[in-house]
């Protein structure tokens, strides 16, 4: 035993650069799993300037010193964060408001959907009918206590929020104006010569980089996409869903179909199955079409090539061991898991 694991150590880690890069994964993985809450500002805003590096690098290539260019992009963002917050705010709280107060008439209009169901099904029972209606409000009454007890820790989190808003857009300023002294700095840490961490990196920023400002635009895209033709064909609440709509594109294939649910169960409640029931899913179906058949292609044609299992799985993975974040950095740390793949010495590439 002792002589198979030394072999299988002398195959894949005799080169030193494959010990430096499993020390450092190891390392980042640990740190966040450990000290993730606590470093979530911080990550989010070496993200936000990891997206913002590419527009100041723009503005410097437009002799602008990176010093100016810095603080055009950051105030910039920091602008379109808050109109986007203070127009869409008001707009979404009072579409969800108005949806809690119809909560209860889309229930019972539901319920008499299912008790009609043994009239036109008759391999139904009334039996299992009424088990479904108990098992619904069961899982209501539970959703209504969450409710709850997130409404009493909603001034904690708002406070968070407030820290966040403030801490975040500092950290961004100093990670992008004195990029060059962090990455100096970090240097001390590295071997001198190239290896397969640097090979790694190189790969992994490729691909990540156009990968993450690519899903941003997708998420604005469709999400505005979705909203014109829903308030065009009069459905309420076009702005809630428009925003889950474009938030579900972060969950590649598994997010657009589970969106699609809430969508027509909204545009049924509505209007029925009539022609404007139609009308809605028609288009609704045309953007994520259009979203997956060009869009998509168009923004990611030099990023992530993976098999659709695979991001799927990574999906599941990541989302289960770090929740919003991890679903959202699904496809980079599966690129990353790639990439070190592909990089990584074998005994067929030594000889």
Not at 110 to 122: R, T
Not at 217 to 227: D, F, K, P, Q, R
Request: glycine share 6%; proline share 5%; aromatic share 10%.
């Amino acid at each position: 035993m002792i002589n198979v694991l030394r072999s299988w150590y002398n195959r894949h880690f005799s080169d030193p650069q494959a010990v430096i890069l499993a020390l450092i994964l190891i390392f980042g993985f640990t740190l966040i799993a450990l000290m993730g809450d606590v470093l979530t500002p911080v990550i989010a805003a070496v993200v936000i300037a990891y997206v913002l590096e590419g527009v100041v690098r723009k503005l410097c290539h437009l002799k602008i010193p990176r010093l100016l260019s810095v603080i055009v992009v950051v105030v910039g963002f920091v602008v379109l964060l808050l109109v986007l917050m203070l127009g869409l705010s008001p707009l979404i709280s009072t579409q969800l408001s108005q949806f809690f107060l119809e909560v209860p008439s889309m229930l019972s209009k539901g319920q008499e959907v299912l008790i009609s169901l043994p009239e036109d099904y008759p391999f139904i029972s009334d039996a299992q009918i009424q088990d479904m209606v108990s098992l619904i409000n069961t899982e209501l009454a539970s959703a209504g206590q969450l409710v709850v007890s997130q409404s009493l820790s909603s001034v904690v989190n708002l406070f968070s929020i407030l820290v966040y808003m403030v801490v975040v857009p500092l950290l961004v300023f100093f990670f992008l104006k004195d990029k060059q002294s962090i990455l100096q700095w970090l240097s001390r840490f590295h071997p001198q010569q190239d290896g397969l961490a640097t090979q790694v990196w190189k790969d992994v920023d490729k691909k990540i980089g156009s990968y993450i400002r690519g899903k941003l635009l997708e998420i604005v895209v469709v999400g505005i996409a979705t909203y014109i033709p829903l308030k065009i064909l009069g459905l309420q609440y076009a702005a809630l869903l428009c925003l889950f709509v474009g938030l579900s594109v972060v969950i590649p294939y598994v997010g657009a179909i589970a969106i699609t649910i809430p969508v027509a169960m909204l545009a049924y409640f509505q209007f029925g199955l009539g022609y404007e029931f139609l009308y809605i899913m028609l288009a609704y179906l045309i953007v994520q079409v259009l979203d997956g058949n060009v869009l998509v292609p168009l923004l990611f044609s030099e990023a992530v090539d993976m098999h659709p299992a695979a991001i799927i799985i990574a999906v599941l993975v990541f989302g289960a061991l770090w929740g919003v974040w991890g679903v959202f950095f699904a496809i980079p740390l599966a690129a990353l898991i790639q990439a070190v793949i592909t990089a990584w010495p074998s005994p067929n590439r030594m000889v």
